[in-house]
């Protein structure tokens, strides 16, 4: 029977509840045990899917096709488990499910409500699937004093209740703020948030206070008496030079030791931290250094580009080198507000990635067409490729009115919606007007790459597999022109129908994938794009 550990979060929001649940998952897997990572989000959203990047971040998908929240990234990264749909939930999927049940009738004309339909709901997801693991690890999404997470805590409060003592704990994580005029660290945020989660009949096992100083001891020991934990459940969280440095500063602080005597279990032998402590070796003492320009459309919000920064950071792991990440509003180069050379040309190489709608996109066509002509390594993600074809089109293959359908009408559709393809369960149609949400090409899908291509050399294959997020695809019937102008389609689907990778042979670097490779990426296994990419560009700053 797997034991649970229950995340919940006070004070303020924020303060990397998701960054806390991956690396003690990561501390308990260096420890020998298995583990799995699960996220309820409070809001009613079925998922993050139609949600705008600025609102919530990236929307992070698994290859079961569940667009999901972004700590899910996180847990990937730190852990090796590959997410899955059942491992996020929101309030809305709940409820929607209730809903669907009642309409049907299942409920055998009993009166629905909260307690005990909506709890029982929570309770199943948590518990489904765990028979393999032993711990499970679920973060609850806000904090304490939300009106929509109550639903939730009510849940776990049960689960406690129906798991047993020593198969769940609580993990609660405040803030201490430091008072500069008093020249303190205040202790009594952390305790009214503790009273107002035992008010809903959770006592917390574990308390994590972040803080931006030491934690002294005397205010340790007064956060354990009023908040009734031990002392050495009491565990400070200082801001770390890399995320990746989070789980050696929480073992070092006893976080593993505090949960799994919580658990009444002898800790036993220490972690092997082995790998975690050469990934900080190779940030800590790079070789070099890149400049990397990224030409987006949410530059404004670096959460909404999160899994991408973490690969680029991986690339630089894989090549010792430190990644400097300039993020440039493609927006900029449309108004004619920044000069296109003046800003790209510092820049070792170039990155155009994923998103949806035309503002921007004439700044990524220019972006590529200025990494094109000038021999500096390119790479297109997505939307990015999308727009690598259509600069290939317009300016290497004489099609001057080359466009996609997903900024309108066009006689040039170089890029279209994307109506039907081969999943596992069969042929998937899409409709232009239909529901947004969850429609689009999800998840992880195959791809053949030419024997004796760039991307081939690259992944050491020939068959992969990828994850994507996407409605619109190049449109296969410009292969002709797009090839005779230079841009080479090396990776197709299966079948043959759909462009998964271009690239242009003539170029130092330049390779644009219809899929998300950032979502694979993590610190100890890389993605092999993202360190060939890094690995280009460090060639590029040599000559420059």
């Known amino acids: 029977m797997a034991r649970f550990i229950f995340i919940t979060g006070g004070v303020v929001s924020s303060l990397g509840k998701g960054l806390m649940a991956a690396s003690l998952a990561a501390l308990l897997q260096a420890r020998g045990y298995r583990v799995r990572i699960r996220k309820f989000d409070p809001y009613l959203n079925v998922d993050p899917g139609t949600m705008s990047p600025y609102q919530h971040g990236e929307v992070y998908v698994t290859d079961d096709g569940a667009e999901t929240d972004l700590d899910l990234g996180h847990y990937e990264r730190f852990t090796g488990v ?3 749909q059942s491992d996020n939930v929101t309030s809305g999927r709940i409820y929607q499910t209730i809903i669907q049940k009642e309409r049907r009738g299942d409920y055998l004309g009993a009166t629905v409500q909260v307690i005990p339909h909506v709890t029982d709901a929570i309770k199943e997801f948590a518990r489904n699937e765990t ?6 690890l679920c973060e609850i999404g806000g904090t304490v004093g939300d009106i929509e997470s109550l639903p939730f805590m009510e849940a776990i409060r049960q689960l ?11 993990v609660h994580v405040t803030l201490v703020p430091y008072i ?3 020249g303190e660290l205040k202790t009594k945020p952390t305790q009214h948030s503790v009273r107002d989660l035992t008010s809903l009949g959770i006592q917390p096992d574990v308390l994590v206070c972040r803080c931006e100083r030491p934690l002294p001891e005397s205010e340790r020991a007064k956060i354990a008496l009023f908040c009734n934990v031990p002392k050495e459940a009491v565990i400070p969280a200082l801001d770390a030079s890399s995320i990746y440095g989070v789980p050696l500063q929480y073992h070092a602080e006893g976080l593993d030791n505090a949960v799994l005597s919580a658990f009444g279990m002898d800790a036993g032998a220490a972690p092997e ?18 400049t990397i320009g990224v ?10 580009y999160k899994s991408l920064n973490e690969a680029l950071v991986h690339g630089g792991i894989a090549n010792r080198v430190k990644v400097n990440v300039r993020w440039i509003d493609a927006e900029l180069f449309e108004k004619g507000e920044a000069d296109i050379a003046a800003q790209l040309e510092p820049m070792h190489a170039i990155l155009v990635p994923g998103g949806f709608g035309e503002r921007g996109s004439e700044g990524k066509i220019a972006s590529v067409k200025f990494a094109r002509e000038r021999g500096v390594p390119f790479f297109g993600i997505c939307l990015g490729m999308q727009m690598a074809c259509i600069e290939g089109a317009r300016n290497t293959a004489g099609i001057a009115d080359a466009s996609t359908t997903e900024f309108g009408p066009t006689e040039e559709p170089v890029v279209g919606l994307i109506t039907e393809w081969m999943t596992a369960e069969g042929l998937q149609k899409r409709e232009e007007g239909g529901d947004l949400g969850g429609t689009m090409r999800l998840g992880a899908y195959p791809a053949k790459l030419t024997g004796n291509s760039h991307v081939a050399s690259i992944y050491g294959a020939t068959d992969i597999s990828e994850r994507h997020r996407h409605r619109y695809e190049v449109n296969v019937h410009y292969r002709d022109p797009l090839e005779k102008g230079g ?14 990778i271009v690239e242009r042979p003539d170029h130092p670097w330049f390779v644009g994938v219809q899929f998300h490779p950032e979502l694979k990426s993590k610190p100890f296994d890389p993605h092999p794009l993202f360190a060939s990419f890094i690995e280009a560009a460090l060639k590029q700053s040599r000559l420059v």
């Open 82 to 84: 590959p997410g899955r």
């Open 160 to 170: 406690r209740n129906d798991l047993g003592r020593n198969n769940s704990v609580f």
């Open 295 to 304: 030409v987006g459309k949410y530059v404004g919000l670096a959460d909404a």
């Open 487 to 500: 841009l080479v389609f090396s990776g197709m689907s299966p079948d043959g129908t759909l462009p998964e």
């Open 273 to 290: 931290l082995g790998r975690w402590d050469d990934i900080m070796d190779r940030l800590g003492n790079p070789e070099g250094e890149v």
């Open 180 to 182: 500069a005029a008093a």
């Open 131 to 136: 028979d393999d693991v032993d711990f499970v």
